[in-house]
């Protein structure tokens, strides 16, 4: 007997938002996340495996993607614009969260435990970028390489995204954070 | 009462990487290396804080080593040589140790937490020659950026270096996995 909830799943991820912010990451329970929202715990664990899972939920989609637009660009593609056509899908899915992503940036900041699991994330994202490459038939290094590149556009592109009073979008970003990275190699 | 054991230190590390390879990292404790070694138990936590410190009891030193080399390159070097000065110093210190290298990355490989943990030291390298350009006046994006590239060559080069039955040296490994860098980079 599952009664319909209208956006349940953002009521939850709002109250947990804010629960983080206000008394902490660790001191938090489901319990008084759902009664923020207003819902009961069997229905956060319907959308949410734990607590940390509203932080982290999103990165099999975000893997998701990055894999298979690196799979699906054009044949011909050098491995970095395979990978740029990712980040561009990847800021493209992430826009319209900006707020959502700057109260998880304040909250993953600040604990020690949640900053690895973000390192992790990013890592494994590296990772599965770098094994598309090779699917693609490029080598190694080239494609850990470039997994590692397309990785650090991503970071410190969102890094400066979320970065208040940043207003350019994430793609825009990235893609400036490229060129930076081309002239810092470049005079080396 | 300290009995003077001839290089307790390197009998205990020796021990610790056979034990970790035969039974792996989890099923080894203290007790069994010491046993290993012919040393005491007391002997080994004069030498390191735990069984995990035998693999990462390095990482201070590097990260010094990288902060120091990139404090004290020219003043008119630009930010990607002093992280490339600070890369050749570390592959320096390591050259010698490729052997207890490839037995670490070989044991590290296999253990999740050991992974995880190795991502949050190169994450520390990688800020921590960040923060060292910045305070010989970069900027940001440019230090954040350097940082990660020096690490993603590190990384890159040790693991070409651990992979039998590669002879190059670390050094040239790193360095050519920067010239490998700028040609991604390039046709982006």
Partial sequence: MTRWEPDSRGRLEQAALALYGERGFDDTTVAKIAERAGLTERTFFRHFADKRDVLFGGAGALQDLFVDVVRNAPPT?????????????????????????????????????????????????????????????????????????AITLFKVGFDRWVAEPEQRTLIQLMRQSFDELKAVTASG
């Fill in 77 to 149: 593609a050098p491995p970095i614009d395979a990978a740029m056509l990712a980040l561009d899908a990847a800021g493209a899915l992430l826009q319209d969260r900006r707020d959502f992503a700057r109260q998880r940036h304040a909250i993953i900041s600040a604990s020690t435990e949640l900053r690895e699991r973000e390192l992790i994330k990013l890592a494994t994202l590296s990772a599965a970028v770098a094994r598309a490459l090779r699917d693609r038939g490029v080598r190694e290094p080239t494609a850990s390489l470039t997994g590692e590149v």
